[in-house]
């Protein structure tokens, strides 16, 4: 535990659904607490931390659309949805203290700011934890291709995937008993197979970058720091 931390500046991928917690809709303020602590944690550790948070808990701009809404206008409910989620997130830390902005790719100036990668790279210099809300501020895409985007922008060391499962298995655990985990995969088996991972988009952003990805189980208090500090929990996607 006492090793040190292997990476400077990280991008972090919270689904809005990680934040639900046990409830079906929303944000449990337990779990958006226990994630702030964590966050907390490595931050306070030294590593630079960036996220994306995503906004299924609220709104997705497919299921909307299934339910007969205009795709585009659902999925802009979708990314302020997100919007949502950050502002969660940002009151979430600086109840414990951590400094955090959160930038938008919506121009939302009452709410929060723009994002401007400048500004952004400024804030992780200073030493505040930023939040990218509304995804790529554009219709079509998923808060993973946002989270391979920022992560490129903003010259991460590793973006991270938290999720409920601890990793991309060649099959359903809950469904296969047999199920097994993967420890590493390379971008073009995760495209090839199919795997859920992240959508091809992000996947093929993070390969042309060669940004490398763990996938890892969110609700495993101390992994995000373990991960930083060199172990190999969940499954790493690599060239
Ligand atoms: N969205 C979008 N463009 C983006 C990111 C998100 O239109 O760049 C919309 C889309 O409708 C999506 C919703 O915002 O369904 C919420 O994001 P996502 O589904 O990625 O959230 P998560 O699954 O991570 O909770």
Do not use: W
């Amino acid at each position: 535990t006492d090793k040190p931390i292997k990476y400077r500046r990280i991008l972090l991928k919270l689904s809005g659904e990680a934040l639900m917690g046990s409830m079906d809709y929303g944000i449990d303020p337990e779990v958006i607490g226990r994630l702030a602590r964590e966050i907390r944690d490595v931050q306070q550790a030294g590593v630079e931390v960036g996220v994306v948070i995503g906004g299924g808990n609220i709104f997705r701009g497919a299921g909307l659309a299934e339910a007969g809404m205009d795709r585009v206008t659902g999925d802009h409910m979708g990314m302020l949805a997100t919007v949502m989620n950050a502002l969660a997130m940002q009151d979430a830390l600086e109840k414990l203290g951590v400094e955090v902005r959160t930038t938008s790719a919506i121009k939302i100036n009452e709410v929060c700011e723009d994002f401007i990668r400048r500004r952004a790279i400024r804030h992780f210099e200073k030493g505040r934890v930023v939040l990218f809300a509304a995804g790529t501020g554009n219709p079509f895409f998923t808060t993973d291709s946002a989270a391979a985007l920022r992560a490129v922008e903003i010259g991460a060391d590793l973006l991270l995937k938290a999720t409920k499962v601890d990793g991309v298995y060649d099959a359903d655990p809950k469904k296969k008993k047999d199920a097994r985990r993967y420890e590493k995969l390379s971008y073009d088996e995760v495209i090839a197979r199919n795997l859920q991972v992240m959508d091809t988009a992000a996947i093929a952003l993070c390969r042309d970058y060669g940004m490398p990805l763990r996938i890892y189980d969110m609700t495993r208090p101390g992994d995000l720091m373990r991960i930083l500090k060199g172990q190999a929990i969940g499954t790493l996607v690599h060239a």
